[in-house]
Nanobody, 126 residues
Framework: QVELVESGGGLVQAGGSLRLSCVASERTFNNYAMGWFRQAPGKEREVVAAISWSGESTYYADSVKGRGTISRDNAKNTVYLQMHSLKPEDTAVYYC???????????????????WGQGTQVTVST
């Protein structure tokens, strides 16, 4: 059973920073693009950032562009999402995900993702 485990969420003041981590249970995920999504109460799950298997290509949603950095350490089976200048509207449960198929390019549509972590809560206070 493949598992993705997120960590690093919590309560942070507006303007602060945090780093989320996602560890994959299998090294084969090093061949997969990975994505970070978030879901706020009453809203649909949306992509935040995505990264190719090599880490050379990245994507950011407009809402986090310039404030977020996605990266990966394939030696540790880990993907990171660093965010700064956090805003109350960043409050959500953050999920990492892996797509159905291995490949070089990143994906931005949640329907292209098969494996999901349990999520980690990020709350940004004013």
């Amino acid at each position: 059973q493949v598992e993705l485990v997120e960590s690093g969420g919590g309560l942070v003041q507006a303007g602060g920073s945090l780093r989320l981590s996602c560890v994959a249970s299998e090294r084969t995920f090093n061949n997969y693009a990975m994505g970070w999504f978030r879901q706020a109460p009453g809203k649909e799950r949306e992509v935040v950032a995505a990264i190719s298997w090599s880490g050379e290509s990245t994507y950011y949603a407009d809402s986090v562009k310039g404030r977020g950095t996605i990266s990966r350490d394939n030696a540790k089976n880990t993907v990171y999402l660093q965010m700064h200048s956090l805003k109350p509207e960043d409050t959500a449960v953050y999920y990492c995900a892996a797509p159905y198929y291995a490949g070089t390019g990143f994906r931005t549509n949640r329907n292209q993702y098969k494996y999901w972590g349990q999520g980690t809560q990020v709350t940004v206070s004013t």
